[in-house]
Each structure stands twice: as C-alpha cells, then as structure tokens.
C-alpha cells in the first residue's frame, strides 16, 4: 500500500511538472503556400465563388462497372467484424449501393445548404455557410466554425446544422442561433489538395482562420473531433482573441497521464478520478491498451506510407468502401465488430454512409485525405509545438463513452485550463455530429450559455 502511495506522489510530481511548466505562449502564425510551383508575385484573388455539387451519367457508369467487376473474399466462419469488414455483408452494401442508391439524389441533398470556394495559401478551399433562416429580433446569429476528421467529411455536420441555425423549428429555444460554417479540410472532397509536404494542422488552422476573417468574422467560436479537434485546438493556440470559445469531442491529451491508469483503480479514485472515469477506462488491457492496437493498425500505415494503400483505395470503390465504413462500425461502438453486419444499421443509413464514401470515390480524395496523417504524425509522438503548448481559450469538451479513447476531466483540463464545460454524454462515439445530433448541439448550447454568463 505505501508503495502505491509513493508511486502515486511520484507519478503526480513528474505529471504537475510537465502539465505546469509551460507559459501562457502562442503558436506563430506564419504563412505558405501550397498550390503547384512557386508562388506568384500577384496577389492571390480573396474572391468567394458559389459552388454547387454535381454527378454525370458517365461518372454513375463507371461506378456501377466498377461494383460489377468486383472479386471478395470470403469471410471465415464466424469472423463477423473481428477481422475487419466481413465481405458476406458486404455483398449486401454492393447490391444495394449498384441497384438501390441514388447518386443524383444525394447530390440534391448536398446542395441544399450553400457551398462555396475562396483561394487560400494557393488552394481552392470548399465550405458550407449556413445562415439562420430566422432570428428574435434585436438578435444576432453566431458564427461557428466546425470542422470534420478522418474518414468522414463536412457532410456529418448535415443533421446538426438546422438544430443550431434553426433552433426553434426544432424543438428547442432560440436563445442560442448559430451561423454555421463548415469547410473541407484541404485534400478532403472539394478542397483542393496540397502539391508541397508539411501542410499539417497548423497550417490548415491558419487557412480556416483566414478563411474566416475572409466572410468577415473577427470573433468566433469553433467546433471540432477528430482532425477537426486538433485544427480547432490550433487554432485557439494561434490566434486565441479571435476564438470565443472552443467545443470539442475528443482531446489529444495523453501525454504521461495514461501512464496513471497503470495505479490501478483504488489509486486513481483518491487521485480524484470519478467513477464514471474508471467505468470508462477499466479494465484498461480491454478498454485501452487492445482496443488502441485493434483501432491504430489504419493509422501505422497512413502515418508512414498513405500513398501505397491510397493507390488501392482510389482504384477500387469497394476497397474505399470497406476500408472507410469499417471505421464507422468500430468506431461507433467496439462491440459492434461482435456483429455480422458490424452494427452499421444501429445508427447511420445507408444513404448516408455511401454518401460520405462518395465524397471520397467521385473526388478521387482518398490518398490525399491519409497524407494528413503522416504530416501530422510521420515526426514521431510529442514532436510538435502544439503537443506541449496549453490553450487558453475558454474551452468544451463532450466525453462520448463510446469514444475511442475516454479523456478524464483532469486531463482535458491540463491541457485546457480554461476548460468551463465537461460533460459525460448518455451514449454515442466518434462520429458524434453524424451519429448523435442532437446531443451534440445541445452540449454546444450549453457549452455558449455558460460561457456567456462569465
């Protein structure tokens, strides 16, 4: 027990040193450049052009070929999802996405919010900006950057956009309405992809915040999980008097705190952790070691070599589509690989799933998506300025249970000390805009309500 004890002290003392030592810093703004060959001495053309989704005969075609062609192999006995996406459900996706799915009209669903593209740092930049049909008078909307991860895209953000530019149409009051924008990461969908290396999440920060200033917000707040946590947690880093407020659903806060859970439960509840905590983190071989090498496998490889398997995936809309709708089983909830169709009906339609692979299949965005793995990621663990810089903007956090890493309060808040929210959300994963709207949002409203009555 007094080992334990002195363990804990140490443990605690080497944690408070490297949580405490950093000052109150920011990251460099600085500039670039990413578009093909040197940059031009002219200015670049800050104009904002309406976009609009659009499909062909031709591109349908060749899709429909492409499924027509396709050589599975056969799932073993009783393999479910522990082997990855079982090819015997698979067949039912093809049948259904070659005979049932309607590109045209998902491309009409698309469209309905307003897409726009702006040149930044010398690439084409996609967005969605979706303004309030209505306001109470003597009101005006907020402006809430959200930005999307890895598999998925701005399309996840379609369900909780009318719940926060719309509130009172859908159930809820309207002391709280957004203005919502949400761009492609660039190498994402419409965004344009890079033609130089090292475009990571600083410098997509910096584009989405200049992106920003451009529609002419100098005060904002941000909204973000997955990639999109660690651009918004950028940007918050880089420009803090122009962030409001930060709301995420997931942290890259590990750090040496994961090296506490090694105390054991009875350490880590006189530490201060709640129960909920250890239900979430317990018993960790399960709940954190295996579940991270069962998760990390896709992450090794994009984080050293994205353009060998991007090459595959490009070439193959069913590789794209097992490779990316896997994530959204798994990642939704880790039981779901105990199923045969990997519980993809528990909470998406089909529609949407395809439709998301879309985005990647009919912009042949795959490889460029999984660079920003390794530009992020390819220096090794902890290599970058933002690993160890604190945010000092007032900060949100929704912890979903199914998330693939639960991140205590305590650790949210050495990272965020400002942290003013922190709620333990009643169910949902990764995919948290996409799977549970409504959730989301409310944890959004509440998260501005509290801030605004500081």
């Given at each position: 027990m007094w080992l334990e004890i002195i363990l804990a002290l140490l443990?605690?003392?080497?944690?408070?040193?490297?949580?405490?030592?950093?000052?109150?810093?920011?990251?460099?703004?600085?500039?670039?450049?990413?578009?093909?060959g040197a940059r031009p001495t002219a200015a670049e053309d800050?104009?904002?052009?309406?976009?609009?989704?659009?499909?062909?005969?031709?591109?349908?075609?060749?899709?429909?070929?492409r499924i027509d062609r396709v050589r599975l192999t056969p799932p073993l006995e009783d393999g479910r999802f522990h082997y990855g996406f079982n090819s015997k459900y698979l067949k039912k996706i093809l049948s259904y996405w070659r005979n049932e799915f309607d590109w045209r009209k998902q491309v009409e669903i698309l469209n309905r919010y307003p897409h726009f593209k702006t040149k930044i740092e010398g690439l084409d930049i996609h967005f969605i900006h979706v303004k309030p049909p209505q306001l109470p008078s003597s009101s005006t909307p907020k402006p809430l950057l959200m930005v999307h991860g890895w598999p998925g895209s701005f399309y996840e953000f379609y369900k909780i956009i009318p719940l926060l530019t719309d509130p009172k149409n859908h159930g809820l009051s309207d002391e709280h309405v957004f203005e919502v924008i949400c761009p492609s990461i660039p190498g994402y969908s419409?965004?344009?992809?890079?033609s130089k290396k090292g475009l990571n999440s600083v410098a997509t920060a910096r584009i989405f915040y200049k992106l920003m200033l451009r529609l002419g917000f100098q005060k904002f707040y941000i909204q973000g999980g997955d990639w999109?946590?660690?651009?918004?947690?950028?940007?918050?880093?880089?420009?803090?008097?122009?962030?409001?407020?930060?709301?995420?659903?997931?942290?890259?806060?590990?750090?040496?705190?994961?090296?506490?859970?090694?105390?054991?439960?009875?350490?880590?509840?006189?530490l201060g952790y709640t129960q909920r905590d250890l239900e979430l983190l317990y018993p960790f071989k399960e709940k954190v070691f295996y579940s991270l090498m069962r998760e990390s496998g896709y992450m090794h490889i994009q984080c050293t070599k994205p353009d060998t398997v991007g090459c595959a995936l490009n070439d193959s809309p069913v590789g794209l589509a097992a490779y990316i709708l896997e994530k959204f089983s798994?990642?939704?909830?880790?039981?779901?690989?105990?199923?045969?169709?990997?519980?993809?009906?528990?909470?998406?339609?089909?529609?949407?799933?395809?439709?998301?692979?879309?985005?990647?299949w009919t912009t042949?965005?795959?490889?460029?998506?999984?660079?920003?793995?390794?530009?992020?990621?390819?220096?090794?663990?902890?290599?970058?300025?933002?690993?160890?810089?604190?945010v000092y903007v007032p900060t949100g956090f929704a912890a979903f249970p199914c998330e693939l890493m639960h991140v205590p309060e305590k650790w949210v808040?050495?990272?965020?000390?400002?942290?003013?929210?922190?709620?333990?959300?009643?169910?949902?994963?990764?995919?948290?805009?996409?799977?549970?709207?409504?959730?989301?949002?409310?944890?959004?409203?509440k998260f501005v309500g509290l801030l605004e009555l500081r």
């Open positions: 443990l605690g003392f080497i944690i408070y040193w490297f949580v405490s030592r950093d000052k109150e810093e920011t990251l460099p703004l600085g500039d670039g450049w990413w578009g093909p800050e104009s904002v052009r309406p976009f609009k989704v659009e499909t062909s005969e031709e591109e349908i075609e060749d899709l429909h070929q419409f965004s344009e992809a890079s999109g946590s660690l651009i918004c947690t950028n940007m918050a880093q880089m420009v803090p008097s122009h962030v409001k407020g930060l709301h995420l659903n997931m942290a890259l806060v590990l750090g040496p705190y994961i090296l506490t859970l090694f105390l054991g439960r009875r350490i880590l509840s006189l798994t990642w939704t909830n880790p039981e779901f690989r105990d199923l045969e169709n990997g519980g993809l009906d528990r909470k998406f339609s089909l529609d949407d799933l395809l439709t998301n692979v879309m985005l990647y042949g965005t795959i490889a460029s998506s999984q660079r920003f793995y390794k530009e992020n990621l390819g220096q090794g663990f902890m290599a970058n300025a933002h690993d160890r810089m604190k808040k050495a990272k965020y000390p400002k942290l003013i929210s922190y709620s333990y959300m009643a169910r949902g994963g990764h995919f948290a805009a996409f799977e549970e709207p409504e959730l989301l949002a409310q944890d959004i409203r």
